[in-house]
């Protein structure tokens, strides 16, 4: 497919790359010149431009995740990308089935915490991803076991149906959750602080 005017000024005014500009306009150019010389000029193309052609050929798993996670006419097939890559189609498209195995732990996180449809388990997440899911997800089941103070507050402070325990929270962390937390108990140790 022929790279037309039309579109090189659609290109300018979307701000792209001047580098970008100037090699479209050197001599006429076609689409698989395009993804052959610069694959990310291609995908900003994809992702920026609707009635821009979709061609994931030749094009490696994070440029081809992006133009899936961007484009909601674009097919999805996560054949060959990376787990985090999947991960970002995966939460980004809702039209797009889950499949939670051989995901990073991270990764599912993302997942658990775009896609209310997901189901969640936090087996295997380390605290920081745990402590994302409980605060993102009102439907997850709290579990404040293993997450350090902060981890601890922050879900306390962001879920108003945590259990509030200011049991080794610095000082710090419970004037947090006492000042976003209206039905947090008054802390002797933070009274005599002040």
Same mark, same amino acid.
């Given at each position: 497919m022929r790279i037309t005017n039309k579109m090189i000024k659609q290109a300018v005014k979307e701000q792209a790359s001047l580098k970008a500009i100037e090699w479209l306009r050197e001599q006429p150019?076609?689409?698989?010149?395009?993804?052959?010389?610069?694959?990310?000029w291609a995908v900003w193309a994809m992702t920026h431009f609707p009635d821009c052609p979709i061609d994931l050929t030749e094009l490696e798993s994070h440029h081809r995740a992006r &133009? @899936?996670?961007?484009r909601s006419d674009c097919p999805i097939d996560l054949t060959g990308l990376e787990s985090h890559h999947r991960a970002r189609v995966m939460a980004n498209r809702s039209d797009c089935p889950i499949d939670l195995t051989e995901l990073d732990p991270s990764d599912r996180a993302r997942v658990m915490i775009n896609r209310p449809d997901c189901p969640i388990?936090?087996?295997g997440l380390d605290s920081y991803?745990?402590?994302?899911?409980?605060?993102?997800?009102?439907?997850c089941p709290i579990d404040l076991t293993g997450l350090n103070?902060?981890?601890r507050a922050? &879900? @306390?402070i962001n879920r108003p149906d945590c259990p509030i325990d200011l049991t080794g929270l610095?000082?710090?962390?419970?004037?947090?959750v006492r000042i976003n937390r209206p039905d947090c108990p008054i802390d002797n140790e933070l009274e005599e602080i002040k």
């Amino acid at each position: 497919m022929r790279i037309t005017n039309k579109m090189i000024k659609q290109a300018v005014k979307e701000q792209a790359s001047l580098k970008a500009i100037e090699w479209l306009r050197e001599q006429p150019r076609t689409w698989t010149e395009l993804v052959g010389h610069r694959p990310d000029w291609a995908v900003w193309a994809m992702t920026h431009f609707p009635d821009c052609p979709i061609d994931l050929t030749e094009l490696e798993s994070h440029h081809r995740a992006r &133009v @899936m996670a961007n484009r909601s006419d674009c097919p999805i097939d996560l054949t060959g990308l990376e787990s985090h890559h999947r991960a970002r189609v995966m939460a980004n498209r809702s039209d797009c089935p889950i499949d939670l195995t051989e995901l990073d732990p991270s990764d599912r996180a993302r997942v658990m915490i775009n896609r209310p449809d997901c189901p969640i388990d936090l087996t295997g997440l380390d605290s920081y991803d745990r402590a994302r899911v409980m605060i993102n997800r009102p439907d997850c089941p709290i579990d404040l076991t293993g997450l350090n103070s902060w981890r601890r507050a922050r &879900v @306390m402070i962001n879920r108003p149906d945590c259990p509030i325990d200011l049991t080794g929270l610095g000082p710090a962390g419970k004037e947090l959750v006492r000042i976003n937390r209206p039905d947090c108990p008054i802390d002797n140790e933070l009274e005599e602080i002040k």
